[in-house]
């Protein structure tokens, strides 16, 4: 099936840094990509749609400018945590099509 | 709104043996998709089996089928012949089929943790 990649699997950062995430399609073109965060044991919760060469589109309750998402091409979405603090701790997951990324555990100090 | 739900927090079974993982769902759209996935402890996100509301037949794959009953709302997965590498967490979702920006993003239920005993 299609493979969709997420870069880094793993980020440790302090308190107030920003960290950018990637994600992308690697065997075919997606206009529009999907983030989801998720608490160990729970769900995954929908952040925000990504729409290539448009605005991203976010779920009720998340802080667009503390998450931002940049759409910049066919195959690549970026979600950057801006002034990350400890309670923004958690696994980020991207999606294309009805596939995962392989995620990225943020853990901030 | 689209909801789904799952009501099995975990589930046990011994290996061989098959299991049924229940998910219901609501929803107002006529055409709709239900996925399963599987979260391994590692986190990533294995898709296992799609249903189109459409489809007449039930999907399989593999050792996966779902159980669609479209008047009851649910789409159940049933895992045949059961393996140690099949404990995972397993979440049921569903996608709107209209169109728009909210098109493709998905809506998941609550999950269920399989365990399968030797």
């Known amino acids: 099936g299609a493979v969709v990649s997420q870069h880094p699997s793993w980020v440790i950062c302090k308190s107030g840094t920003s960290v950018k995430i990637e994600c992308r399609s690697l065997d075919f073109q997606a206009t529009t990509m999907f983030w989801y965060r998720q608490f160990p044991k729970q769900s995954l919760m929908l952040m925000a749609t990504s729409n290539e060469g448009s605005k991203a589109t976010y779920e009720q309750g998340v802080e667009k400018d503390k998450f931002l998402i940049n759409h910049a091409s066919l195959t690549l979405s970026t979600l950057t945590v801006t002034s990350a603090h400890p309670e923004d701790s958690s696994f980020y997951i991207c999606?294309?099509?009805?596939?995962f990324g392989p995620g990225t555990r943020l853990t901030v100090l | 709104a689209q909801k789904i739900t799952q009501t099995q927090p975990g589930m046990f079974v011994q290996e061989k043996e098959a299991v049924t993982l229940d998910c219901t769902y609501d929803t107002s759209d006529q055409s709709y998709g239900l996925f399963w996935y599987k979260q391994p402890s590692s986190g990533e996100m294995i898709f296992l089996i799609y249903?189109?509301?459409?489809?007449?037949q039930n999907a399989t794959e593999g050792r996966y089928s779902l159980n669609f009953q479209k008047a009851r709302k649910s789409a159940n997965l049933v895992i045949s012949a059961s393996q140690l590498g099949d404990s995972a967490m397993y979440f049921c979702a569903m996608r709107s089929g209209t169109g728009g920006t909210s098109y493709g993003k998905l809506t998941f239920g609550q999950g269920t943790i399989l365990t399968v005993h030797p």
């Open positions: 999606s294309a099509e009805e596939f």
């Open positions: 249903q189109g509301s459409y489809d007449e």
